[in-house]
Nanobody
């Protein structure tokens, strides 16, 4: 059974940094692109960042580009999201997800991901 477990969320002040982690099990993690999505209250789930199966290719939404960095450690079956210069608009539940197709790059469509974590809350106070 595939499991994705996020950690690292919390309540922080604007301007600081947080690092989210997502530990994967039950699948050959290194073969699949991974992504982070987020969902704020009353809003749809949105793509934040994605990384290809190899870790070479990354993609970011315009709202986080230059502030967030996605990375993966295939030896540890873990994907990370380093979030710098946090803003109140970054407040959301953050989810990691594993793409359906191996050996590809990450895409922005939630339907392309078949496994999701339970989410971790990030709250940024002004």
């Amino acid at each position: 059974q595939v499991q994705l477990v996020e950690s690292g969320g919390g309540l922080v002040q604007a301007g600081v940094s947080l690092r989210l982690s997502c530990a994967a099990s039950g699948r050959t993690f290194s073969l699949y692109p991974m992504a982070w999505f987020r969902q704020a209250p009353g809003k749809e789930r949105e793509f934040v960042a994605g990384v290809s199966w190899s870790g070479i290719n990354t993609d970011y939404s315009d709202s986080v580009k230059g502030r967030f960095t996605i990375s993966r450690d295939n030896a540890k079956n873990t994907v990370y999201l380093q979030m710098n210069s946090l803003k109140p608009d970054d407040t959301a539940v953050y989810y990691c997800a594993s793409n359906r197709r191996p050996y590809t790059v990450a895409v922005r469509t939630p339907a392309s991901y078949d496994y999701w974590g339970q989410g971790t809350q990030v709250t940024v106070a002004s």
